[in-house]
């Protein structure tokens, strides 16, 4: 089965720091991975994606980086802002469906 | 990209009582797909509505319960039938651009009684 568990499931942190997002997957055959922000009271919106064969990817001050091979991503959030303040949830595309499978996603709180 | 909205954003309903939401997309799409987002739990897909034929349900879900209309490319409407507590959440509405990136709408949340 499908799954894509992320940690932590919140996270509060002071203004102006750095934090770092973890997800684990085990979707099979995988063709994508993408991390979405959700802010409160809003769709989700799409941060970065990335596929087999790339290790990093950025967005601003977003770090996306994957190890296709553990099947792990993680999103670094450098020097983070309040309007940071969101869920942040990673998707993850099989080769074998057109529905993606989603992660629970991780709330952070960003604190002036 | 896609612009999506929905109506209404939120409601609160009394448990019995069915509501239905818009989603009206700003280009013409193949796919529109409706999720439901519990509390503390992941997107989960209920349907996925093409233009001029019956909506595919996932496992869990059921026309009866979960009515999808789609008259046009541009819009499509998911009902909440004889709601109960249990249907509370927020229901998104979502199509697929370019790189299969996926859009979504405002969300409407619902609270029911």
């Known amino acids: 089965k499908n799954q894509v568990e992320q940690s932590p499931q919140s996270l509060i942190i002071l203004e102006g720091k750095n934090c770092t997002l973890q997800c684990n997957y085990t979707v099979s055959p995988f063709s994508n991975l993408r991390w979405y922000k959700q802010d409160t009271g809003r769709g989700p919106v799409s941060l970065t994606i990335?596929?087999?064969?790339?290790n990093t990817k950025s967005n601003g001050r977003y770090t996306a980086t994957l190890d296709a091979d553990t099947k792990q991503s993680s999103l670094h959030i450098t020097a983070s802002q309040l309007s940071d303040s969101a869920s942040y949830i990673c998707v993850v595309k099989s080769g074998g469906s057109y529905i993606p499978t989603f992660g629970r996603g991780t709330s952070l709180i960003v604190h002036p | 990209s896609a612009v999506i909205s929905q109506k209404p954003s939120r409601d609160i309903c009394q448990r019995g009582t069915s509501l239905t939401i818009q989603c009206q997309v700003d280009?013409?799409?193949?796919?529109m797909f409706w999720y439901r987002q519990q509390p503390g739990q992941s997107l989960t897909l209920i349907a996925t509505a093409n233009q001029g034929s019956e909506a595919t349900y996932e496992s869990g879900f059921v026309i009866d319960k979960f009515p999808i209309s789609r008259p046009n490319l541009t819009f499509s409407t998911l009902t909440v039938s004889n709601m109960s507590p249990e249907d509370s959440s927020i229901y998104l509405c979502s199509v697929r651009g370019s790189q299969e990136t996926q859009y979504f709408g405002p969300g409407t949340r619902l609270l029911v009684l």
């Open positions: 990335m596929t087999f064969s790339e």
């Open positions: 280009s013409q799409v193949t796919m």
